[in-house]
């Protein structure tokens, strides 16, 4: 393959995808060199993802050209684009995972021997492409049994054996630690330097600056601009994407923590690896709680919350011993625990907005003995639709239908009327745009100005530097140390995460 | 249903601002997504060209009669689907209620020899007690060791109809059918409520129609105003973030089953004096109906997704076509297969929707 820089490998031209009623994109380009990275950004919704869809012919497009190596093409489904060299490695994972690792690899190619498909030969061929890539893997290991991660690494290890020429990498950080994060780079560069081209879809603003040599962004199904990375600075990027300027990232923070509120102590996991974690936190307190990924901040949250079993471990509330045994007790204590995984333990998809606002504060609506009244159960919804700025046709459109964003401020809302006092906050911000992370920080910080406590896991640490007053950093289910968010340092952080790895 | 009329007006719109191929598509959805509907009315219109009499008045009030008398099994199931789950037990629930009806009603009992006829409420009390504590078992394996409602429920249908075979054994009976019941049972449940005049003669609505529209409409208010109500729904549609929202998951799981336990015993306490005689075989495939009636109502497999209307509609349709093939003088046989083909036809189209969703 040419390793020079200006070979085009692949140009989209003036795409255009209609849906009844919205424009979904409007004549965007996009022209992938030979060897480079190429971020695509943009907010949530500003087409990305609808115009990786027409590339892999999930979506038909209404007008536009792509060209792959100089030669149109036009695919019908993503198993064509696999044929002709363009992969992607999505950021939900699609795997069998009762299988192991290389049945996974091979699905749907199973290397043969006569009419019988070969293990020896499967087996080999995975090991190859791990060593290739240097990802350490047994390729026998069941997929449920590995870390995301992992399984991630996997998937791109399945792009890569298609000796695939343009690889589109979609958000594949998310669920990735530091130092997994370095090795995907690694395996990018490597990528690179082969002549593949990459598309790097990622909201995260240091990698794009780090990995890609140009950056395309995108806003509102519109091309924006397609500029050199090294001429780009992050608040400039960040202005492309919104239309306009934010100053910061984070709001001011104006809150002031009072007396202590919330006490746990020795807290203990039954089935999980949780030990001994006591800490106390304060009225009006922003206290972050940061760790690798598995290194326990998630089972804290869950563990208070009463939906993971405790094995020992007292939580007091303003001097008063809560049992917290389950999540009805735990929302009747003052406690609201928002999950990490939105889709999974968030949501209910098919249910329409109001019946996702108003289903953990029933009680509320019980105006007429047993019977609950519909007119508060609207109003209610209103409030929080009004009060969150949530973007929703009606009260009445599914909650799938939403934005990431939009559904998480749904969700809040949903807690906000439970009258919480301690909120357990988990990656509050995962999966949302610029714009309305800004809003999600600062009605954290209204909720501490209030004089509520907010326990927040997140794994972007600018984000816990930003917001919060002092940050707990878990290391291997245990309390590795405490920080103060005003004097630390990232640095400081992760030598306090890697303590008892 | 209210789906359908959401996306409606804006598709009509959409329509004509499409490429052709895409016109095509969105005709073809539509069409598709509403298959059933269509097929339904076409049968409707066939069988009337053929026998007019299909149309007429008593014809039409036998129809609404059989939908009355099979709706509270239908919202029995419904649920269970609303849960993601299913319930194939129905049936044989209904037998049960339908037997021991029966058995506490005969005015010479060979179950019970010397017994007196019971008070209806009495023999009412005992059925509903008896069909929710099938229920509560049907619930509680499924809440407490997560087991797939197909296994539970099919595990209950063959232990209710071992237990309904020994009912029928008790005292002198032998296994009979049972039939003789006392005047007061037959006439609390089929009297005529108000008789119609038509040119074919009186046509009398039985009172379990009114029975049947109460129950309807308690149904609606647990679905649609009760905090139970509201749980299920958010159990059925995810079960973890129900539980992560403070909803008792457990707890809703069990008080489907067990309402659903005692919408069969209705089903059997008016199935009994509505057909007069009863063995150990009635109710069987009663659940068929049901099932195919939920999902023709659009009460979808998916979990989540269903209304009363639903239901109401779902059995109406079906009572239709059974009418309908039997205006036609179709071989009973044939239901089977038309029943049959009408549940995988509704799912598929149901599950369809969500397939081209992704």
Known sequence: ?501 | MTKLKEHKPSKMEALKAMTPADRRRAIFDGIMNNAMFIIIALVIIYVAIKNPRFLSVPSLVNIISLTAAKLPIALGVGGCIILAGTDISAGRQVGLAACISAGLQLTTNKLFPGLQVMPIPVVLLCVLVACALVGLVNGFFMAKFKLHPFIVTLSTQLIVYGLVLLFMQLGTNGGQTLSGMSEGYRNFIIKPLFTLKTSSGPVTVPRYVLYSAIITTLVWVIWNKTAFGKNMYAVGSNEEAANVSGVNVSKTIILVFVMAGMLYGITGFMDAARIASVNATTGLNYEADAIAACVIGGISFVGGIGKVSGAIIGVLLLQIIFAGLNFLSVDANYLYIVKGLIILIACSIDMRKYLVRK
């Not at chain 1, 792009?159 to 990018?188: G, Q, R, W, Y």
């Not at chain 1, 999974?344 to 329409?352: D, E, H, K, L």
């Not at chain 1, 006092?421 to 999966?431: A, I």
């Open chain 1, 1 to 501: 393959m040419d390793k020079n820089n200006e070979t085009v490998l692949l140009r989209m031209e003036g795409i255009t995808k209609e849906f009844p009623g919205v424009k979904a994109l409007d004549g965007v380009n996009l022209t992938v060199r030979a060897g480079t990275v190429h971020a695509l950004m943009g907010e949530n919704g500003a087409g990305k993802s609808t115009l990786m869809k027409c590339l892999f012919g999930v979506y038909s497009k209404d007008a536009g050209h792509i060209y792959l190596e100089g030669q149109e093409v036009n695919f019908k489904n993503s198993k064509e684009a696999l044929e002709h060299g363009v992969a992607m490695v999505h950021q939900e994972l699609n795997q069998a995972l009762k299988r192991n690792v290389m049945d996974n690899m091979w699905l749907g190619r199973f290397p043969m021997t006569g009419p019988f498909t070969s293990e020896k030969k499967m087996y080999d061929a995975t090991m190859e492409v791990f060593n290739d890539l240097g990802i350490n893997v047994n390729p026998k290991t069941i997929m449920s049994t590995m870390p995301v991660s992992q399984r991630q690494m996997v998937e791109i290890a399945k792009a890569v054996s298609f000796n695939s020429k343009v690889i589109v990498f979609d958000e594949p950080t998310s669920s990735l630690t530091e130092t997994e994060v370095e090795h995907l780079f690694k395996i990018i560069n490597m990528l690179r330097d082969r002549g593949c081209g990459i598309i790097y879809i990622s909201h995260k603003m240091a990698e794009i600056k780090r990995i890609s040599d140009d950056i395309t962004v995108m806003r509102d199904g519109q091309w924006v601009a397609t500029r050199p990375a090294a001429e780009l600075e992050m608040g400039d990027i960040i202005k492309l994407m919104v239309g306009r300027e934010l100053t910061n990232q984070f709001p001011p923070k104006t809150n002031v923590p009072g007396e202590t509120y919330l006490k746990v102590e020795h807290l203990t996991g039954m089935y999980n690896q949780l030990k001994d974690v006591s800490f106390e936190a304060k009225r009006g307190e922003v206290l972050g709680l940061a760790g690798l990924d598995s290194s326990g901040r998630t089972e804290v949250l869950e563990s208070i919350f009463g939906i993971r079993t405790r094995k020992e471990g007292t939580i007091t509330l303003d001097g008063k011993p809560c049992k917290n045994r389950n999540s009805g007790e735990s929302i009747k204590n003052g406690f609201a625990l928002l999950t990490e995984e939105r889709r999974a333990t968030g949501i209910f998809g098919v249910r329409n907005i109001r019946e996702n606002t108003v289903i953990s504060s029933l009680n509320r609506h019980k105006k007429f003995g047993p019977f609950l009244s519909s007119k508060s159960q609207v109003e209610d919804t209103q409030y929080y639709i009004d009060a969150m700025r949530t973007k929703t046709p009606s009260q009445e459109t599914q909650i799938r239908s939403l934005s990431g964003g939009n559904q998480q401020k749904v969700i809040i809302g949903r807690w906000l009327l439970t009258e919480p006092e301690v909120l357990l906050l988990d990656e509050p911000t995962r999966g949302i745009d610029v714009g309305a992370k800004y809003e999600i920080y600062q009605l954290i910080l209204n909720l501490a100005n209030e004089g509520k406590t907010v326990l927040m896991v997140s794994s972007e640490m600018p984000e816990l530097l930003g917001v919060c007053d002092r940050i707990l950093v878990m290391s291997g289910g245990r309390l590795a140390g405490e920080v103060d968010a005003k004097n630390t340092t990232q640095e400081e952080i992760m030598t306090l995460a890697a303590k008892y790895v």
